[in-house]
């Protein structure tokens, strides 16, 4: 096997720091390791480290400020290393980097390498091998990282592995950011395969994933593989054309995301799981639910947009026993209750009671009081009015509906919530 090897130090900060970019010829992968927190390898780096070894896998158009690399991206090494890569910053704030290959972001434990066979039991010390795509907090730094699978080679992005049995780590952090492919057409998104089963955007071995306000685009098959809140966000990210953006399995809650043109924007893929979703928006998808494995998804305050084609709410046989059981989908919407008395002033301390037409699934009585300005809380607060609008299976579809009791007196029947923070004015 070719390999070249060039070691780098490089002086900084007064202190010299060991860091390496490898060549495998035979896979045709550049590798970049032991990159620290404060001075990380960055695209500009590797091109110059290209040119003064003749590999010529990268190229720079500065009109863009783009670098293509052909070839397969490894970011860090099981070494008890640290390395960082980051992608965008002040001096280059529209950065991009194509890359005809793998993204992989690599893990620091590997069963059967490492001692330890079950991730979740382990002592030892945690690495950091991590991709920073954008700048926290900084909003005019919009750099993209793109893949070029022109040819339907399945390349993709993969954070520390496919399965968190297997390894343990590789973090990804996007902000204000796109992940996207080179080209937007069938038989060249990322992962698709020519001949072959199309491949996901793996979270699965990740120790830490952050995607706030920015775009993932374009993937043939699964979005967000293997993510979970146990060690990560997505917030404020919009989903675009990917044939699932979230398969419901290690995920709890998603805040505030847009899922549109999608195949499947929510897809049941492992037995039991709950999703919550607030704030989110669907527009433009073939379907919007695809639930099965009896996973439950909670839409609080979403905007739901009609789909090509019907949701899919499957009942499923999820154990030995053969014992089947039906997936749900829950609609819901936050209201606020004003009270008004006789001359149409504030009327504070008033009993608001809130009755449904049927009792079950969560769905029960309420029960609360007027402030001063006679209303009950509001916006952000966690005690406000929150209803089911509607409950979805395999079996049924049902609207619930309510009715609305001020100090012990019926003031309105057959209510059913229709708009997020709605305003319901009571007059005494």
């Not at 406000?384 to 009715?403: C, F, V």
Request: contains cysteine; glycine residues 8%; aromatic residues 10%.
């Amino acid at each position: 096997m070719k390999t070249i090897i060039t070691i780098l130090l490089l002086f900084f900060s007064s202190i010299f720091i060991n860091a390496g970019i490898i060549y495998t010829n035979d896979s045709n992968t550049i590798c970049v390791t032991d990159y620290p927190k404060d001075f990380p390898c960055t695209p500009s780096l590797l091109f110059k480290f290209d040119k003064e070894m003749g590999w010529n896998k990268i190229t720079y158009v500065k009109a863009n400020d783009t670098y293509y690399l052909t070839g397969n991206l490894q970011i860090g090494e099981n070494n008890r290393t640290n390395t960082y890569f980051q992608l965008g910053s002040k001096s280059h704030p529209r950065e991009c980097l194509v890359v005809k290959g793998d993204i992989f972001i690599s893990p620091y434990w590997i069963n059967g390498l490492d001692p330890g066979k079950k991730w979740w039991t382990l002592r030892m010390k945690k690495y950091v091998n991590r991709l920073t795509i954008g700048v926290e907090g900084d909003n005019k730094i919009k750099p993209s990282l793109k893949i070029d699978n022109s040819k339907g080679m399945g390349f993709t992005l993969i954070v520390g592995g496919t399965h968190k049995n297997k390894a343990l780590g590789g973090q990804l952090c996007v902000y204000n950011a796109v992940i996207c492919a080179l080209q937007k057409v069938s038989g060249k998104l990322i992962g698709s395969v020519k001949n072959g089963n199309n491949k996901f955007i793996a979270f699965g071995s990740a120790n830490y994933i952050k995607i706030i306000n920015s775009t993932i685009s374009d993937a043939s098959f699964l979005a967000t593989y293997g993510f979970s809140n146990d060690y990560g966000s997505i917030e404020n990210t919009v989903f675009d054309n990917c044939s699932t953006a979230i398969p419901c399995s290690g995920i709890n809650y998603l805040n505030n995301c847009t899922f549109k043109k999608c195949g499947s924007a929510i897809k049941g893929w492992s037995s039991n799981t709950k999703l919550v979703l607030n704030n989110c928006h669907f527009s433009d998808n073939i379907r919007n639910f695809h639930l099965r494995f009896n996973c439950h998804v909670e839409c609080i305050d979403c905007e739901i947009g009609k789909s090509l084609k019907d949701n899919i709410i499957q009942r499923n046989s999820i154990n030995k026993t053969g014992n089947s059981y039906s997936s749900k989908l829950f609609l819901k919407k936050h209201i606020i209750v004003k009270v008004l008395d006789k001359s149409g002033k504030p009327f504070p301390g008033a009993e608001i009671e809130i009755i449904p037409n049927i009792i079950g699934f969560g769905i029960k009585k309420q029960v609360y009081n007027t402030d001063k300005k006679g209303m009950t809380p509001g916006i952000n607060s966690s005690a406000a009015i929150l209803l089911t609008q509607k409950i979805a299976s395999s079996e049924y579809q049902r609207t619930i509906n309510y009715s609305i009791k001020v100090n012990g007196v019926n003031k309105l029947t057959n209510f059913i919530p229709a708009r997020s923070w709605e305003t319901i004015t009571i007059n005494l």
